[in-house]
Nanobody
């Protein structure tokens, strides 16, 4: 059974930083593309960033976060990260990690950007 557990959310002031972590179990982690999504109240869930499997992983980002967010993975720890810098109030949302190929989702972690 696949499990994804996110952590690292919280309240941060505009311009601040947070690092989200998502640890997976029950899968061969390094063969899967991993994604970070977010959902703000009243909005559909959107893809924020993704990272391919294997060595030399390729990354992609939503235009709204390019240059501010960085996705990375540590296959030895079965963990994917989302480093978020220069946070804006519009980044406020519940952030989820996912394995798109399996349709697996974590429980989500709240990120609130507010002064």
């Amino acid at each position: 059974q696949v499990q994804l557990v996110e952590s690292g959310g919280g309240l941060v002031q505009p311009g601040g930083s947070l690092r989200l972590s998502c640890t997976a179990s029950g899968i061969i982690f390094n063969v899967y593309v991993m994604g970070w999504y977010r959902q703000a109240p009243g909005n559909p869930r959107e893809l924020v960033a993704s990272i391919t499997s294997g060595s030399g992983s390729r990354t992609s980002y939503a235009d709204s976060v390019k240059g501010r967010f960085t996705i990375s993975r540590d296959n030895a720890k079965n963990t994917v990260y989302l480093q978020m810098n220069s946070l804006k109030p519009e980044d406020t949302a519940v952030y989820y990690c996912s394995i798109p190929q399996s349709g697996s989702w974590g429980q989500g972690t709240q990120v609130t950007v507010s002064s």
